[in-house]
């Protein structure tokens, strides 16, 4: 059932203006609801569903997820691990060409300079103490040495209750940014947190209606306005209304985009801007969706994204068959951002906590090591 809580002529929240917004001021976003009908800015659903989606069986759901993340990396295991293996057939000790011989492999597998780096004087330390002489155990030292790298990001972030947080989601056309959004209002919306979606990305025809079909689906309103609408507008509007309905998590979609173009990055500093003049502390999140199978290039596009914006966190998705494992290393030992969550398929229960040693489990399953 649909309430009006707040009509037109309502009075501002604290720190706005109605007209007086100036940059990104509000221009009239709708907000659909849980039926998916267009409701008028001054209406939103009075609560959330009696019965919102059921996450299902957890242990089993986690088997699944951790089957589909094997097979995810099925390419960059072979790449890495078997490659490892063949690398090491016949050896009988550990010397200065094997090492080398590792190192390539470790760059070949999208590890990046400064992870293969780690890795290697890592290994090459104890190979100097003594601890490792048999050339089998080198796997088992990789893969000590990969998880000392990715623990240190293992940080799970969830909304605050009684408290109202923005989520910004940047990235890249493609990278499966507006179905991460949805995903993550599904998990949010199960676990009990009140959830509201902006449609920012008013470039792409269809990211309105992409969203405002997740909206529907994981029954959590969506404010939009019109393809070609000024985003910024379309996010406060977002904002305000999640403000004055004590909305737990606003998630703010924005336009893909392309870290090298200069513009579309401006405006997204723009974004983040009017955000911030409603809510000093405001956008509490900036997450940056990664495509697994960019490789060395979604180091990249980290680093200029956090450079515009100052991300909090990284989210990686399609580890589902093309998937450039490695990658996932080359950001951890360059930059000091958490991997918030990490996607293998389509599915609502596809995006899961990013889980080092379940990655690292997955990446070098059936190798012995």
């Not at 406060?236 to 998590?249: G, M, N, Q």
Request: aromatic share 4%.
């Amino acid at each position: 059932m649909v309430l009006q809580w707040l009509k037109r002529n309502k009075s501002p929240a604290a720190g706005e203006s109605p007209g007086s917004a100036g940059e990104g001021d509000g221009g009239g976003s709708a907000c659909t609801g849980d039926t998916g009908e267009s409701l008028d800015p001054g209406i939103l659903p009075a609560s959330l569903p009696e019965n919102p989606p059921s996450p299902g069986n957890p242990a089993a759901a986690r088997k699944g997820f951790l089957s589909r993340l094997r097979e995810g990396l099925d390419r960059s295991r072979d790449q890495l691990v078997s490659g490892m293996e063949r690398i090491l057939l016949g050896r009988k000790a550990i010397d200065g060409e094997l090492l080398e011989d590792l190192e390539a492999l470790l760059l070949q597998a999208d590890m990046g300079m400064e992870a293969t780096r780690q890795i290697m004087d890592q290994v090459t330390r104890q190979v100097e103490r003594r601890e490792l002489a048999d050339p089998a155990a080198l796997r088992s030292a990789i893969r000590e040495a990969l998880l000392e790298i990715l623990r240190p990001h293992v940080q799970e972030w969830v909304p605050t209750k009684g408290r109202t947080q923005v989520l910004l989601m940047v990235g890249i056309n493609g990278a499966g940014k507006t179905t991460t959004i949805g995903k993550l209002a599904a998990r949010w919306k199960s676990e009990g947190f009140s959830v509201l979606l902006g449609a920012g990305d008013t470039f792409r025809a269809a990211a309105v209606e992409q969203l405002q079909g997740w909206g529907q689906k994981v029954q959590v309103p969506v404010v939009a306005q019109g393809s070609g609408a000024d985003s910024a507008s379309v996010l406060f509007d977002a904002f305000s209304a999640a403000r004055a309905r004590s909305v737990d998590v606003l998630i703010a979609d924005t336009a893909g985009r392309l870290h090298t173009q200069g513009h579309l990055m401006e405006e997204l500093r723009k974004v983040k801007r009017v955000l911030t003049k409603q809510d000093p502390s405001a956008p509490q999140e900036i997450w940056l969706v990664l495509d697994a199978g960019t490789g060395q290039n979604a180091l990249r596009q980290v680093k200029e994204f956090h450079e515009a914006v100052g991300l909090t966190g990284i989210c990686i998705t399609k580890l589902d068959g093309t998937a450039k494992g490695g990658m996932v290393a080359a950001i951890a030992s360059t930059l000091p951002l958490p991997i918030r969550f990490v996607g293998v398929g389509e599915g609502v229960d596809d995006l899961r906590p990013f889980d080092a040693e379940a990655f690292v489990d997955a990446l070098f399953s059936g190798s012995g090591a």
